[in-house]
């Protein structure tokens, strides 16, 4: 089976859907089609003239079942009306609670996870790049390039501290102050 783009209609910025066809290209299967909607891009019902407002009002639903504009006129569509009240029923109960509880735990231990992780990289750049300046600021003292500089000067050749400057001196010559 082979998934083509199908575009017998316009498609719309948030809608797209893909026929199926025989291995051979010649027969298109009408049984089975996959369609993509991005809740995010569909626009609220007052705002939009697309034709099938059933699917725009079930994205509203699912973006957002509280929203204002998911009463009055939507109400009278009797499966949104049942699925507002069966995702009520669902949210009352203990175990459905729970499965939130458990998601929005994972998620929260994703996030920290994540950042932490990223100090932790942030903080290995960090040492990696003063490794690089010591050993950049030795190079400089042994070629004797920084000879004739002061040691403000050197730091802010090399941009690193005076600290770091006297450091790398006393490790080429343990006698210096």
Known sequence: MVINHFSKRPQVAHHRYFATYEHDLTDRIDD????FVELTKIPLAHQTDFADKVLVRWCQFFRDPNHPELQGEFMEDKNIKKGKERLKYLSGEPSMQELARMREKAAFNWAITIGEAREEGKEEGREEGELKQQEMLRNILLSGFGADKSIPEL???????????????????????
């Open 32 to 35: 089975f089609r996959l369609d």
């Open 155 to 177: 730091a802010k050749m090399v941009g690193c501290s005076e600290e770091m400057i006297l450091a790398v001196k006393k490790t080429l010559d343990p006698k210096s102050p």
